[in-house]
């Protein structure tokens, strides 16, 4: 039933983009005047989850590299990577100047140094989750660096801007803002025609099945291939030769499941904390989670820097609040 499953991945970038092509007409622009050998501006891609950015930044960056033969890019999920030196490293390792880098030894000021060095060409440096950034700052000595593109994404524009201080908003506040829309339910469905075209036998699924997965998906991409991939898989493991509406009934609670898990393993340890106190309550308010947050880190951050952690784990779905500042209550959120 599955004859590529690498297409059925929520990482894998498809040879052509389905229902973003001002999106991506509006990046390229930003993106050409490398092509003439000067420096593009940055750009930055806002908007919900699951809603393309990260595909849409790919796709063009990989369109750009087959116009402009000598083009570097690196992709870097500040999540993942959140740490200055964490960031630097990755920056780096797609050059090839990691070798001699000790994660213990290496002064974080020589990563830096190093990397001014060697970008000579166009290099451009997809910023994935930009917000989860421990150390906004480094947005500014990258910003520095003249061969140096930077495509920062993330959920919403005061999440990355209102960290930054007013010599770095300076900077970037002429960049290139794009904003990625919840998609339709007929593009959820086309997204998945796509998907089921390269990688799923041709009658694998019928149209109906096709618009089941598009309904519980309710407009996010990521949740709809990952619902699309756990039923194939359900289906193979049950012996079945169709993806049937009983299946996908079947998928849709381990999809959920499974993309709230992977979002968990991704969190930094102080957004774990925060979620794991919640996760002990049914409800909880932010004052008696803050004070019991600090009792169990050693690095305690402001209440302001928990607001922006808690409205990260909002954004995907991890948690919910209800009422207003005072009255304000926190709960896991159901997958």
Known sequence: MITDARVLQPEFVPGDVKHRGAEVSHLSDTLRPITIGNRAETSFLYGPSGTGKTCIAQYTVEQLREQVVDIDSQYV???EDYTRFKTLY????????TIDIHRQSTPRDELLERLREQVTSP?????????????????????????LTMILIANREEDVFGRLDERLNSRLSSCARIRFGQYEFSEIVTILEDRIQWGLRKDAI?????????????????????????AAKTAKYDGEDKITSTVITRAVPEAKSELQRKTVEKLTNHQQ???????EDDEIEPSVLYDRYCEQ?????????????????????LIESEGKTKGRIYRLAAP
């Open 297 to 317: 880190v050693a690095d305690d951050k402001s209440k302001r820097m928990m607001r922006n952690y808690l409205s990260k784990l909002e954004h995907y779905n």
């Open 273 to 279: 904390v925060l979620y794991e106190i919640i996760k």
């Open 77 to 79: 999920n500040c999540w």
């Open 206 to 230: 019928t149209q109906a099945g096709i618009e089941q997965i598009a309904d519980q998906a309710a407009g996010d991409a990521r949740k709809a291939i990952g619902i699309l991939r756990n």
């Open 123 to 147: 290099y451009v440096v997809i910023l994935d989750e930009v917000d989860q950034l421990e150390d906004p700052s480094l947005l500014y000595d990258l910003y520095r660096i003249r061969e």
């Open 90 to 97: 990755r920056i780096l390792d797609s050059i090839g100047k």
